[in-house]
């Protein structure tokens, strides 16, 4: 079993869209949980991260995690053809350990 | 945010050969750097984390003798694919962190695309 799962994908959406990506973990030792925007052929791009349980919100973006079924999500508003990418989320149990990356959903939002 | 730049972007060797990718922290001082591949349609795959002024640390399965890697300053990072194959062909991605024990905050490169002919 992977320590971080994703669905692949890809999730394709109409332009406004509510979109919801979600991830499960295994480990209950992660803290902190992030989510990467990756657009082809670049490096991800650090767009939210969460510590513990919790919503936290920014622009159209909201991260959400629910330490007690291991589940974190992302959820984009007003969905724009921009967002169009791949998504990875990741997990971290703190001090100097190494981040665990899902696999990512390719998004594809439609004008 | 911080910004983290790779030379070269996209590389074609001949296999047998060596190559140098550099990774470099351009407007904060990264004590820590990762290196990472990524197959396409797959995850980020961690091969080696390196602190300045010491040896990498090599994640299973990586071989030290095939992918030197070199963290000579607090803002370059290098890695070298040596005697490069075809299998070696790959996107390679760094990141860098500050170096606060929170290390989750890690800058990401924008990638080599590597092949190996």
């Known amino acids: 079993q992977k320590e971080v799962e994703q669905d692949p994908g890809p999730l394709s959406v109409p332009e406004g869209a509510i979109v919801s990506l979600n991830c499960t973990y295994s480990?209950?030792?992660?803290?902190?949980f992030m989510w990467y925007r990756q657009y082809s052929r670049k490096g991800p791009e650090l767009l939210m991260y969460?510590?513990?349980?919790g919503n936290k919100e920014d622009g159209r973006f909201t991260a959400q995690v629910d330490k007690s079924s291991k589940y974190i999500s992302l959820f984009i508003r007003d969905s724009q053809p921009s967002d169009s990418a791949t998504y990875l989320c990741?997990?971290?149990?703190?001090?100097?350990?190494?981040?665990?990356f899902g696999t990512g959903t390719k998004l594809q939002v439609i004008p | 945010g911080a910004v983290v730049s790779q030379h070269p972007s996209r590389v074609i060797c001949k296999s047998g050969t060596s190559v140098k990718i550099e990774c470099r922290s351009l407007?904060?001082?990264?004590?820590?750097m990762f290196w990472y591949r990524q197959f396409p349609k797959q995850s980020l795959m961690l091969m080696a984390t390196?602190?300045?002024?010491?040896?990498?640390?090599?994640e299973q399965g990586v071989e030290k003798d095939k992918f030197l890697i070199n963290h000579a300053s607090l803002t370059l990072s290098t890695l070298t694919v040596t005697s490069a194959h075809p299998e070696d062909s790959s996107f390679y991605i760094c990141?860098?962190?500050?170096?606060?024990?929170?290390?989750?905050?890690?800058?990401f490169g924008p990638g080599t695309r590597l092949t190996v002919t």
């Open positions: 390196s602190n300045e002024g010491s040896k990498a640390t090599y």
């Open positions: 480990n209950s030792a992660f803290q902190y």
């Open positions: 990741a997990t971290h149990s703190g001090g100097y350990q190494k981040v665990t």
């Open positions: 407007d904060f001082q990264a004590t820590t």
């Open positions: 969460t510590y513990s349980s």
């Open positions: 990141s860098a962190s500050s170096g606060t024990s929170d290390s989750y905050e890690q800058y």
